[in-house]
C-alpha cells in the first residue's frame, strides 16, 4: 500500500488536516499591534537585559485599586462567597449572562443618570474588546463598516476577521470595503461627513484612542444625524469617559436622536484599573431595530446567552464597589493622577519643540514627527531611551508620523521618561 505524502506548510511542522484555514484571517498581514510591540520589547530586553525600560506603549494601568475597592472584594464578597460554596446552602453556579441586576442598575443610574438609560438596557461583560466582536457577531459578515482613522486596532481587525473587508491595499494600509474616517489636526480630529459613503456601521470612540481627542457635542450631533439620515449603526467606545473634564459628552446618549441609531460599550479596564481583572459593559437600547423592525437587543441578548456565561461574581463585585460614592471618589483621584502623568509628558514634549495633542480628556499623547516613519521613531526612542512608546501607523494609516505616548505609568517612572526624551531630543 502506498503511504499519502505529508504535506508540511513553511511556517510550521506537522501533518496537514484538510481543513482550510480562515481565509478572513489570511487578510491578516501582521500580528495585533499591542502585542507586536510586547514582543519587540523582550527582544529590546534580552539585547539589553541591564536596562530600565519604561513601558508608555501599551495603555495599561499601573496605579493599585483602591483599599475600599479591593478590601470590598476581598472581605464584603470573595471570603463570603467562596466559604458559602462549600456549604450546600450557600452553593450558587451560573449567574445571569446579561450581568448582576444590582451592577447593571448601578451602571445605569452612575453613568446615564441624565439620559435614561434603562438597567434591562445594559449588558455586563468581560470586557469591551470582547464586546466588540459579540457585536459583529450579532452583525453579521455583510455589512459595510467605517471606522476612524487613526483608531483602536481591534475595531478593523475584528471586521477583518468576520468577513467585513476586502484584500489589504498595500499601497495605502487600507482594506476594501472599509471606510477610513480621516481625523487629524487639519480637520479638529472629527471626519467630514458630507464626503463620506454610508455605511452601515460606524465605529466612533471618543475620547478616541490614540489621538485623545473628545468629540464636541456639536461633532456628535453632525455624527448622530448623518447616521439618522442613512439608517446606520454607531457603535460609540466610550472606554475614556471619565477623563474627560471640559465638557465634552461622556455618552453618545446625551445627543438627542442616539437611542434610535447608536450602541455604546464602555469598561472598568481604564478608569477603575481593572485591566486584569476584566469587567465592562454594553448599552443596547430598546428603540434601535433593525431594517425589518426587529430589536437589536433581542438578537444582542441571543449572542450573550449562547457565546457567553457571563462575567465572574468577583469582578461584578469589584464593579459595585467602584460604583458606590466612596468608589467613584477613589477612582476619580486615580484618574486625576494619571492625567498628571500627562500633562507632564506635554509639557515636556512641547518643551522640545514637539508638536502634541490629546493628554487633556485621555490618558495618551499624540506627538507628531513629520516626515519620519512612526515605526521608525518608535525604534529609535526604545534604542536610544529605552521607553516603549506605539507607532501611530498601528493605528491606521492616518496615524504616520505619529507615535502615542501613554500617561499610564508610576510618577517616578514619567519623570525619568520625560528627562530621557529631554536627553534625546
Known amino acids: 500500500m502506498v503511504q499519502?505524502?505529508?504535506?508540511?506548510?513553511?511556517?510550521?511542522?506537522?501533518?496537514?488536516?484538510k481543513v482550510h484555514r480562515n481565509f478572513n484571517l489570511e487578510k491578516?498581514?501582521?500580528?495585533?499591534?499591542?502585542?507586536?510591540?510586547?514582543?519587540?520589547?523582550?527582544?529590546?530586553?534580552?539585547?539589553?537585559?541591564?536596562?530600565?525600560?519604561?513601558?508608555?506603549?501599551?495603555?495599561?494601568?499601573?496605579?493599585?485599586?483602591?483599599?475600599?475597592?479591593?478590601?470590598?472584594?476581598?472581605?464584603?464578597?470573595?471570603?463570603?462567597?467562596?466559604?458559602?460554596?462549600?456549604?450546600?446552602?450557600?452553593?450558587?453556579?451560573?449567574?445571569?449572562?446579561?450581568?448582576?441586576?444590582?451592577l447593571r442598575k448601578a451602571i445605569a443610574e452612575t453613568h446615564y443618570k441624565d439620559v435614561l438609560v434603562k438597567e434591562s438596557e445594559v449588558f455586563v461583560s468581560d470586557g469591551s474588546q470582547c464586546d466588540i466582536a459579540r457585536l459583529l457577531l450579532?452583525?453579521?459578515?455583510?455589512?459595510?463598516?467605517?471606522?476612524?482613522?487613526?483608531?483602536?486596532?481591534?475595531?478593523?481587525?475584528?471586521?477583518?476577521?468576520?468577513?467585513?473587508?476586502?484584500?489589504?491595499?498595500?499601497?495605502?494600509?487600507?482594506?476594501?470595503?472599509?471606510?477610513?474616517?480621516?481625523?487629524?489636526?487639519?480637520?479638529?480630529?472629527?471626519?467630514?461627513?458630507?464626503?463620506?459613503?454610508?455605511?452601515?456601521?460606524?465605529?466612533?470612540?471618543?475620547?478616541?484612542?490614540?489621538?485623545g481627542h473628545a468629540a464636541t457635542q456639536n461633532q456628535?450631533?453632525?455624527?448622530?444625524?448623518?447616521?439618522?439620515?442613512?439608517?446606520?449603526?454607531?457603535?460609540?467606545?466610550?472606554?475614556?469617559?471619565?477623563?474627560?473634564?471640559?465638557?465634552?459628552?461622556?455618552?453618545?446618549?446625551?445627543?438627542?436622536?442616539?437611542r434610535e441609531v447608536a450602541i455604546e460599550i464602555s469598561s472598568f479596564s481604564k478608569f477603575s484599573g481593572f485591566t486584569g481583572v476584566r469587567l465592562g459593559w454594553t448599552v443596547v437600547p430598546e428603540e434601535l431595530l433593525f431594517s425589518s423592525g426587529f430589536p437589536v437587543i433581542n438578537d444582542f441578548n441571543r449572542i450573550i446567552c449562547t457565546c457567553f456565561n457571563g462575567a465572574s461574581n468577583i469582578a461584578q463585585a469589584g464593579g459595585l464597589a467602584c460604583l458606590s460614592s466612596e468608589g467613584l471618589e477613589a477612582v476619580h483621584s486615580v484618574v486625576d493622577y494619571y492625567k498628571e502623568n500627562t500633562k507632564i509628558l506635554i509639557d515636556t514634549l512641547a518643551s522640545l519643540g514637539i508638536k502634541v495633542y490629546g493628554g487633556i480628556n485621555a490618558p495618551y499623547v499624540w506627538a507628531h514627527f513629520p516626515g519620519r516613519k512612526s515605526w521608525d521613531v518608535f525604534a529609535e526612542i526604545l534604542e536610544k531611551t529605552h521607553i516603549t512608546t506605539v507607532p501611530g501607523s498601528g493605528f491606521g494609516p492616518g496615524g504616520e508620523e505619529y507615535i502615542r505616548i501613554s500617561g499610564f505609568g508610576h510618577r517616578e517612572s514619567i519623570l525619568e521618561a520625560s528627562r530621557r526624551l529631554e536627553a534625546l531630543f
Open 4 to 17: 499519502p505524502s505529508l504535506t508540511v506548510r513553511k511556517e510550521g511542522v506537522g501533518r496537514c488536516t
Open 28 to 102: 491578516l498581514r501582521n500580528g495585533y499591534l499591542f502585542t507586536e510591540i510586547a514582543r519587540r520589547e523582550l527582544q529590546h530586553l534580552e539585547k539589553y537585559p541591564n536596562a530600565k525600560v519604561i513601558s508608555l506603549g501599551i495603555g495599561d494601568t499601573t496605579q493599585p485599586i483602591p483599599d475600599n475597592i479591593s478590601m470590598s472584594m476581598a472581605n464584603s464578597f470573595v471570603v463570603q462567597y467562596a466559604r458559602a460554596l462549600a456549604t450546600a446552602e450557600g452553593y450558587r453556579g451560573y449567574g445571569a449572562e446579561q450581568g448582576n441586576k444590582e
Open 138 to 211: 450579532v452583525l453579521g459578515s455583510n455589512v459595510t463598516v467605517a471606522a476612524q482613522d487613526p483608531s483602536f486596532p481591534a475595531y478593523i481587525d475584528s471586521s477583518v476577521i468576520v468577513g467585513q473587508a476586502g484584500d489589504l491595499e498595500d499601497e495605502v494600509g487600507k482594506y476594501c470595503n472599509i471606510e477610513y474616517l480621516e481625523c487629524g489636526p487639519g480637520n479638529n480630529f472629527f471626519p467630514d461627513l458630507k464626503g463620506t459613503s454610508r455605511t452601515d456601521i460606524i465605529f466612533f470612540c471618543s475620547p478616541n484612542n490614540p489621538t
Open 220 to 258: 456628535l450631533e453632525q455624527l448622530v444625524e448623518f447616521a439618522r439620515n442613512n439608517g446606520s449603526i454607531i457603535i460609540f467606545d466610550s472606554a475614556y469617559a471619565a477623563y474627560v473634564t471640559d465638557g465634552c459628552p461622556r455618552s453618545i446618549y446625551e445627543i438627542p436622536g442616539a
